[in-house]
């Protein structure tokens, strides 16, 4: 395994890296950046639990090299807030997501494992479409699985977001 330096973005914020290419996006932002947003759950791409955005778009970090991403602009569950502030042109950061104020509202989280991932995909979706229908929603979350099974107040809750 041959080490390159790489230089990410993550959340605004330049990091250079020195790491071998095929390492996993996912290792590197919770071992060498210590984020902890996405999180590590079937390793397959199959359940969500670590997706972030990669040029404000979703993809799953356990899959996805370093060497795909590098220049690239990355968010991470940390950054969510930020990111979303900027693409709405708002004067302040909010303190979390609306995604993330709806979820804690509506009690969606349980065990909190795959909310990292319903986040991400559901400020994906709201950014390219502010008002989606239910199936949409529905559609958007249908790769992100939830072990504890709250999906009607995960629906509920994305809903919300998307009329505040």
Same mark, same amino acid.
């Not at 250079?16 to 790491?19: F, L, P, Q, S």
């Given at each position: 395994m041959a080490q390159q330096r790489f230089t990410l973005i993550v959340n605004g914020q330049t990091h250079?890296?020195?790491?071998d290419g095929q390492t996993p996006l996912l290792y590197i932002?919770?071992?060498?950046?210590?984020?902890?947003?996405?999180?590590?759950?079937?390793g397959l791409a199959q359940c969500g639990s670590c997706s972030v955005l990669v040029?404000?778009?979703?993809? +799953? =970090?356990?899959? *996805?090299?370093?060497?795909?991403? $590098?220049? +690239? =602009?990355?968010? *991470?569950?940390?950054?969510?807030? $930020?990111?979303? =502030?900027r693409r709405r042109d708002l004067a302040r950061v909010p303190d979390?997501?609306?995604?993330?104020?709806?979820?804690?509202?509506?009690?969606?989280?349980?065990?909190?494992?795959?909310?990292?991932g319903i986040v991400m995909k559901s400020a994906e979706l709201l950014d390219q479409n502010p008002q989606p229908t239910e199936e949409q929603i529905r559609a958007a979350l249908a790769g992100h699985l939830c072990r504890c099974g709250t999906y009607p107040s995960i629906l509920r809750a994305v809903q919300k977001a998307a009329r505040t």
């Open positions: 250079v890296i020195d790491a932002l919770q071992n060498d950046l210590a984020l902890r947003g996405a999180r590590f759950g079937c040029d404000d778009r979703e993809v +799953r =970090a356990c899959i *996805t090299p370093l060497a795909a991403v $590098a220049g +690239r =602009a990355i968010t *991470t569950l940390e950054g969510v807030a $930020a990111w979303h =502030a979390m997501h609306p995604v993330q104020q709806a979820l804690l509202e509506a009690e969606a989280p349980q065990c909190g494992y795959c909310m990292n």
